[in-house]
């Protein structure tokens, strides 16, 4: 279902197939029928963007492209990196100066890419982005790429395949190209027969970058954008989202809604996917846990519905975040040791 020619070569990590995973213990605090989180942390770069980045690389070198670039807030530079070194190609990756978080900038520096960073937001980085593209003969890799979003498709195919259409499926939203992309694998599958029905979609933006969120709640056709966004979930840090017009588009059709979820919020879903199911995952993964509690109060969502989480990047992307959760950490002597041991078993 994706239509990239045949005498392309693939240039893959064997990413996709990521897990699957039953909640056991948010179920109940969310008290829905079901919840599932899609753990894209499980990509080979850590995040979603490698399923498209497979598809749009293969199509880079089947064009010929030598040089290819992005701009990014962390995790299209560290996937692009690492398929276009596959690839042969050097990687040129734009990204906001001091707003791109440790792991990101580990891997895109490890794969050999060459950053550029700039005073300025995701949004400027875009910009520039566009400006070389009309100058010079680079393929851009960003989510307008519809290489990326056939790719990034194949996870409603990977949800339908395992548990079927749930009722709503929760996702991130930055510059809205990911859930556009959902959206049209399910539609895509439903149209091949191969389902029966549509979920609804509940993307979520963080509180200081939320323009779509905010057109959405005011009933707008054209957002306003936000110039200077500000929000802990780095990786959504986006004021001028270039897919605006798919992505609500998707979610109008699909009868859901969008939201916005404040850094506390996202935090306190980041610490209880850690602490309650195990999962790791980045602050603007964690959104779609926020937005579930939240649609979950406003009573959006049936206690007999199903639910999907899509957990977009892994939380070793971003160690800086430490500073926000309770720690349990102690520098003592081996006999201190031994004492709190003693203290934590009881005896
Ligand atoms: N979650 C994570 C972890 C992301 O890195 C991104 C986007 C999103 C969600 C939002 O997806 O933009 O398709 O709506 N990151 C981009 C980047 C902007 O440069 O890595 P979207």
Not at 6 to 31: F, M, N, Y
Not at 329 to 336: A, F, K, Q, V
């Amino acid at each position: 279902m994706i239509p990239v020619p045949s005498e392309a070569q693939i240039i893959s990590l064997g990413e996709g197939g990521t897990p699957l995973i039953k909640s056991v213990r948010l179920k109940d605090l969310v008290h829905v029928k079901e919840v599932y989180i899609k753990f894209e942390g499980a990509n080979p770069t850590g995040s979603f963007k490698d399923r498209g980045m497979t598809v749009a690389v293969s199509m880079a070198k089947y064009l010929g492209a030598r040089v290819v670039v992005c701009a990014s807030t962390g995790n299209t530079a560290a996937s692009m990196s690492a398929y276009a070194a596959r690839a042969g190609m050097k990687s040129i990756v734009i990204l906001p100066k001091g707003k791109v978080a440790k792991g990101k900038l580990v891997q895109a520096v490890l794969h050999g890419a060459i950053l550029a960073f700039i005073d300025g937001s995701f949004d400027d980085a875009l910009r520039a982005v566009t400006q070389v593209a009309e100058r010079y003969p680079v393929y851009v890799l960003n989510s307008l790429n519809p290489w990326r979003i056939e790719g990034q498709k194949t996870l409603a195919f990977e949800v339908a395949d395992e548990v079927g259409v749930p009722d709503w499926i929760v996702v991130p939203v930055g510059n809205g190209g990911n859930i556009s992309a959902i959206w049209k694998g399910f539609k895509e599958l439903k149209e091949a027969g191969l389902t029966s029905k549509l979920p609804k979609l509940a993307g979520v933006q963080a509180s200081g970058a939320a323009p779509l969120a905010r057109a959405f709640r005011k009933g707008l056709n054209v957002p306003e954008f936000v110039n200077n966004p500000e929000t802990i979930a780095t990786a959504i840090r986006i004021g001028r989202p270039v897919n605006w017009p798919r992505a609500l588009k998707a979610i109008r059709e699909s009868g859901g809604v969008l939201m916005d979820v404040t850094d506390e919020e996202i935090l306190k879903a980041q610490e209880a996917l850690a602490r309650f199911e195990g999962l790791g995952v980045e602050p603007a993964s964690a959104t779609s846990l926020a937005g579930l509690i939240k649609l979950k109060e406003e009573e959006l969502v049936d206690r007999d519905e199903s639910v999907v989480l899509v957990a977009t990047g892994h939380a070793l992307k971003d160690p800086d975040v430490i500073k926000y959760h309770s720690a349990d950490i102690h520098y003592l002597s081996s006999e201190g040791v031994l004492a709190l041991v003693r203290e934590v078993v009881g005896t």
